[in-house]
């Protein structure tokens, strides 16, 4: 994934006319686009090609059951043209180096959720975000999804994962700031509804992107 922008645009609309016109609109501003249940529940699993002619795709399927359905699952959506797949550390080892062993047949890469981003990820997630981190790099992940709305958080994810990459999602409507994310460590920022759902998308992107250059 190249790192122009650092944004990653999670796409979570359910018209399939609204997704493409959407991603045409916005493709030069990001450098991925995260979709997921939303929308390849509406569209179809043909979506996936379809986003992927504008930027590679992300499958965000939180991919989380026992090896087998879980190396079907994201046997299906890379072989639909995701370049990524995004799975749950908490099944285990074993779960997780299916996505993985998918991924590497796929030419794909996989990601793990550490810690969510919103508030009731506090309960259960979070005493174990470490821990689901180690997870992540035994298993051969490319990288980690870490909150942006717990920017400590992804300092300390930081720490165990090393050169992985941190996508970070939680910024603008979930009340996560940008800047801080990125000074905390994320290598990329997953932004959706405080653009998708603006009246001007691209006005929206490039406030984000103002707040991003403001560091350099
Ligand atoms: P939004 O910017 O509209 O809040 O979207 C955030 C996106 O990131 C959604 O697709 C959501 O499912 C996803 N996400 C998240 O918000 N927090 C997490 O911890 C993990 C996610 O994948």
Request: with cysteine.
């Amino acid at each position: 994934m190249k790192k122009d922008t650092r944004l990653i645009l999670a796409l979570d609309v359910t018209s399939r006319s609204q997704a493409l016109r959407l991603a045409g609109q916005l493709k030069e501003h990001f450098d991925a686009i995260k979709i997921g249940y939303p929308l390849i529940l509406s569209a179809g699993l043909e979506i996936v090609r379809e986003i992927s002619a504008f930027a590679p795709v992300i499958a965000d399927l939180k991919v989380a059951d026992i090896p087998n359905t879980n190396r079907l699952i994201c046997d299906a959506v890379l072989g639909a043209g995701a370049s990524g797949v995004i799975a749950q550390a908490f099944p285990g080892l074993d779960s997780l180096l299916a996505c993985k062993a998918s991924a590497k047949a796929h030419g794909a890469d996989l990601f793990v959720v550490t810690e969510m981003s919103h508030p009731g990820a506090e309960l259960f997630m979070a005493p174990l975000a470490e821990s689901m981190a180690r997870l992540a790099v035994g298993a051969g992940a490319a990288g980690v999804v870490a909150p942006a709305t717990r920017p400590a958080r992804i300092k300390l994810i930081r720490n165990i994962v090393g050169s992985r990459l941190i996508i970070s999602p939680g910024v603008g409507t979930q009340g996560g700031s940008a800047r801080q994310a990125l000074q905390a460590g994320a290598d990329y920022l997953i932004v959706g509804r405080s653009v998708y759902e603006s009246d001007d998308p691209v006005s929206a992107v490039e406030a984000v992107l103002g707040e991003i250059y403001k560091l350099d």
